[in-house]
């Protein structure tokens, strides 16, 4: 069975400084997508960046990078030069096969505060 | 341009009173999700449609069903609301749902509060 694991119920981190949100997962599938969503106090879900399983490379996106280490089964979200904006929850999903269609599946979250 | 639109933003049901949350795409996409989500937890899937093919997870409670009419619509309904059902309802969609990169695209939720 998949599992995505986010250990850091909440992190604070000074505006403009770079920030580090955990996540590890488990899957016996080679085939799989990794995600990682923001989720602001209005409640909608924002996607923040994708991670292949067959990707050489990190991902980027902006302000986002993915460390991916595969062998370790993690895909940490780093966040450069924080915004007040920032704050928000942060969830890391995985997106894995279940009977013919692929089923994200969500970590509990982490609550990101950033400071002025 | 609202891709996904969930009506109505806040939703408020008494205890055991039939409740409809309602979801609607213009994207086109074939799988669309419905989640429940308490506070300061993970989102938890309650179903999914690939296509009209309905999916229900093996822990999702008989008090919840689903509707998808056509490819842009779809329903919750919540039989009878217990008041450990107030949670937000989010629906999500995703293109053809048999690629692991294509990402979810999120309503802004439905809020249910059961008095």
């Known amino acids: 069975a998949q599992k995505i694991t986010q250990t850091q119920p909440g992190m604070f981190v000074q505006e403009k400084e770079a920030v580090t949100l955990d996540c590890t997962y488990d899957?016996?599938?080679?085939?799989?997508?990794l995600f990682w969503y923001k989720q602001p106090s209005s409640g909608e879900m924002i996607f923040l960046i994708y991670?292949?399983?067959?990707?050489?490379q990190n991902a980027t996106e902006g302000r986002y990078s993915l460390n991916f280490q595969k062998a370790r089964k993690s895909a940490n979200l780093v966040i450069s030069a924080s915004q007040l904006g920032d704050s928000a929850m942060y969830f890391c999903?995985?997106?894995?096969?279940?009977?013919?269609?692929?089923?994200?599946?969500f970590g509990r979250g982490t609550s990101l505060i950033v400071h002025p | 341009d609202a891709m996904v639109i969930q009506n109505p933003r806040y939703q408020v049901t008494q205890f055991g009173k039939p409740v409809t949350l309602s979801c609607s795409q213009t994207?086109?996409?074939?799988?669309m999700y419905w989640y429940q989500q308490k506070s300061s937890q993970a989102p938890k899937l309650l179903f999914h449609?690939?296509?009209?093919?309905?999916?229900n997870e093996a822990d999702t409670p008989d008090n919840f069903q689903s509707r998808r009419p056509n490819t842009s619509f779809c329903f919750l309904d919540i039989r009878s609301p217990g008041l450990g059902d107030a949670a937000m309802y989010l629906c999500?969609?995703?293109?053809?749902?048999?690629?692991?990169?294509?990402?979810?695209?999120f309503g802004s939720g439905t809020q249910l509060s059961v008095l």
């Open positions: 449609y690939y296509d009209k093919d309905f999916n």
């Open positions: 994207l086109n996409h074939n799988v």
């Open positions: 999500a969609t995703s293109g053809t749902g048999v690629e692991t990169n294509e990402k979810l695209f």
């Open positions: 899957t016996s599938d080679p085939s799989y997508g």
């Open positions: 991670q292949g399983s067959y990707d050489q």
């Open positions: 999903a995985m997106r894995v096969p279940a009977g013919g269609s692929y089923i994200p599946t």
